[in-house]
């Protein structure tokens, strides 16, 4: 065989690994489930074959920022070796480090920061510290502030991290940001500051730490605003997302996949949704951070979306896939949740998909 033939069959004989390796790269449904599972050993072996380190998932982001909201190490450090930005920020404007902070992983927090992470987000951005402190996590606030974290940096609606404590009613944060030194003057998108916001959540003990007494009594004796077209229902702080029943969500889905027996989980996880359902609280407010919704179709690839939505923005409802599953539902009701939009009719869904397990598990 001539010298030319032999390059020639070679090169074909290239090209066709190549294809195959690209071919068996992930989709992003099939990216976030596997990191969400923590398959180090999946993410090892796709960042081999070519997959970008940034790549990011359906939902939530990177495989560095998914390993950052479990508090994964392990999978974090995976991406970083290979070349993952670590300040990457997501196209619904978050990072690692963020996400890491609302989930309370000081941990990985840490880790983070040892490695170079920024702690200031961009500007106009959902950071570490509006996200630790309107989530109470104390120790995290802790650490950011003394690794010498902006105080004042804004959100998409100039949110600052004070107004988030504020809104949660986390009285020793707003205590802490108040004494670091942190703006009580700045307003937000709608020329709202921490009092005003105080006050609106009927936060009196808060609003005297945020201004003097004669500011309080103008702003309580200021006239009502023009009432509302209809009637608005009274503001109620965010209450947290069901870790149990995301947490046995992600267990059923793992065993599920791999072959196991899930019964006992699928007992374990129906327990749970009752549970949360007798507990569940209608949220109203409109100030917490932007929701993330998550919308998918079957069969079609690369149709997957998740968009960061302002306050004001369409109800997750209105933009959720009517062929989602639970779990994208569960995901969109904790936004809604987060965001203080309506959640009765995610609910509903929530809980029809979780018949359908049922059902499908019994005997």
């Known amino acids: 065989m001539k010298a030319a033939s032999r390059l020639f ?8 690994l190549a ?9 992003p449904a099939q990216f976030g489930r596997a990191m969400e599972l923590g398959d180090v050993r999946a993410a090892t072996r796709w960042l081999a074959e070519g997959l970008p380190p940034d790549f990011e ?16 190490i392990p999978l974090m450090q995976v991406f970083l070796e290979r070349g ?18 609302w989930r309370g992983h000081q941990k990985a927090v840490e ?20 996200y630790a402190a309107f989530s109470g996590n104390r120790r995290i606030v802790d650490l950011l502030l003394a690794r010498g974290a902006k105080l004042d940096p804004r959100a ?53 730490m945020v201004a003097p007494p004669d500011e309080i009594e103008a702003a309580v004796d200021a006239p009502p605003p023009a009432p509302a077209a209809r009637p608005v229902a009274p503001p109620q702080a965010s209450i947290p997302a069901p870790p149990d029943v995301a947490d046995l969500l992600k267990k059923l889905r793992q065993a599920e996949s791999q072959g196991k027996p899930a019964d ?19 949220q109203t407010v409109k100030a917490a951070p932007s929701a993330l919704v998550i919308s998918a179709k079957r069969g079609k690839p690369g149709a997957e979306r998740a968009e960061l939505m302002s306050g004001n923005a369409t109800p997750a409802i209105q933009t959720l896939s009517t062929e989602a599953g639970a779990a994208d539902i569960l995901r969109a009701l904790q936004a809604a949740q987060a965001a203080g939009q309506p959640t009765d009719e995610l609910r509903r869904r929530f809980r029809a998909e979780v018949e359908k397990i049922r059902q499908q598990s019994a005997p």
């Open 19 to 27: 294809f195959q390796a690209r071919a068996e790269l992930p989709d």
């Open 57 to 72: 998932a359906d939902t939530m982001g990177s495989g560095l920022m998914i390993a950052a909201w479990d508090g994964n």
């Open 84 to 101: 993952a930005n670590i300040d990457y920020v997501s196209r619904i404007g978050e990072q690692a480090i963020t996400l890491a902070a």
């Open 156 to 208: 998409p609606n100039l949110a600052t991290p004070l107004m988030m404590a504020v809104r949660e009613g986390n009285d020793a944060i707003v205590r802490k940001l108040v004494d670091a030194g942190a703006s009580t003057r700045a307003v937000s998108d709608r020329g709202e500051n921490a009092l005003a916001w105080a006050l609106r959540y009927n936060r009196l003990r808060i609003a005297e």
């Open 264 to 282: 006992a989980l699928h007992r374990q996880f129906m327990a749970a949704v009752e549970a949360h359902r007798k507990a569940a609280v209608r």
């Open 111 to 130: 880790w983070l920061l040892e490695r170079g992470a920024s702690i200031d987000p961009p500007d106009k951005t959902w950071g570490a510290l509006h």
């Open 9 to 16: 069959i070679a090169l074909l004989c290239a090209s066709g």
